[in-house]
């Protein structure tokens, strides 16, 4: 979706709902406030969240708002951790909600959990990890970007600006999503370097990235795979007096102003308020009429380069927590 579009998309849904993130398990009742109406459903919202990683929020903000609208009691809980993050879908399977929506980060240690919810009647939707493998899993729909398209547009938009030799970090190693995200890079440029961080661990990352571009001269370039992440990597470039240009994936207020600055020279934005925006309304229409958004092919938010010329667009939103 280009990014004029994509603001006009936002625009429709945007309501102003405000959110808290968090990693333990955590009731929120969207049935109340600014809707006449109650459909009488609970739906359950499992991310694979790490705490402090604001990007969840805005997917939380995101099906906050259609809870509201369609009269949804939602749920919310998060756990980075794989087997973790399965017991959670297990515990709503048990509870006895109305859907799942889950994220896919580690699909095989989420399966079994998935399947179970199936098997009890629960509909299940998929949405930012997993476009891959949501399918396989008898998943309804999936909504977010493919991460591998996503790594080659950040490789084609690298080598147009004449860079050639990438760091890409990532934060959790096994997540697929953010291997193919470094696999798409790689496909585009070879050249491309994989180094992983502890993304639970801020003052770890920026020592592990530090140490790294202080010991590799050959480097021109290093890229976030999330906007909290890239925060840190800047701090990390600046103390190792390093020279290399910096991007990222997603987005939040504090990245849009870094690339606004020139500080980051891109990132790739996949949109994640219309990713639990749309997770939470999937349901509601299948449950209501059998509907199923996308056919059996996965609904895409994303990518769409944002730049310096078109932050001006897109930064009012990242301030207010929408983008």
Known sequence: MGITAAIAASALVLSGCSSQGGRVASNDDGSSGGTSKNSGLTIALVTHAAPGDTFWDIVRKGAEDAAKKDGVKLLYASDPDGTKQAQLVQQYTDQKVDGIAVSLAKPDALKSAVQGAEKAGIPVVSFNSGSDDYAALGILAHFGQDESVAGEAVGNELKAQGLSKPICVIQEQG?????????????????????????????????????????????????????????????????????????????????????????????????????????????????????????????????????????????????????
């Open 175 to 323: 997540n697929v999503a953010l291997e193919a995200r470094c696999g798409g890079i790689k496909k585009i440029l070879p050249d491309t370097q994989t180094l992983y961080v502890n993304g639970t661990d801020n003052s770890a990352v920026q020592s592990t990235v530090t140490a790294k571009l202080q010991a590799d001269s050959a480097a021109d370039s290093i890229v976030g795979l999330g906007a909290p992440y890239t925060a840190v990597i800047l701090k990390a470039v600046k103390a190792a007096g390093s020279k290399v240009k910096v991007a990222s994936f997603d987005l939040n207020a504090d990245l849009a102003k870094s690339i606004k600055s020139g500080d980051v020279v891109f990132t790739v934005d996949q949109q994640p308020f219309m990713q639990g925006y749309e997770s939470i309304d999937s349901i509601v229409l299948y449950k209501q009429g059998g509907f199923v958004l996308g056919g059996g092919k996965p609904t895409l938010t994303g990518p769409a380069i944002v730049d310096k010329s078109n932050i001006d667009k897109v930064l009012k939103y990242a301030e207010d927590g929408l983008r």
